[in-house]
């Protein structure tokens, strides 16, 4: 599995709609540090890099940005423009995140708190991790 897109509960609203995210229950594992990405200028990247072991809910606070995933194998891109929606990622999958909007905020739920040795930040090392050939 790529990503899974998960529809948060949507509290409609007149004054105002509210979502809301219960750890193991909407997202499926313990959050254990939340961060967001945002003043993202115009034609840059994030992300570029894979985990271990650590799993992640991504959610477009504010604006849009495209989430593409990569297995080793297949690749798959994802538009995140909805408060009410995050993309699932399992550990084992590439990610960047392209394509920012003006204003666009994006808030990462993760499984476990920050451990360098968990990141792979080369594509060619995470090819071999994951056992593919170029």
Known sequence: MLGQIIKLNKITDRRGNLTVAEQLKDVPFEIKRAY???DVPGGESRGGHAHKRLYQLLVAMSGSFTVNLDDGKE?????L???WEGLLITPGIWRTLDDFSSGAVCLCLASELYQPEDYIYDYDEFLKYKGCSK
């Open 81 to 83: 423009n909805h408060p």
């Open 75 to 79: 690749k798959h891109s994802y538009l």
């Open 36 to 38: 967001w990405v945002y």
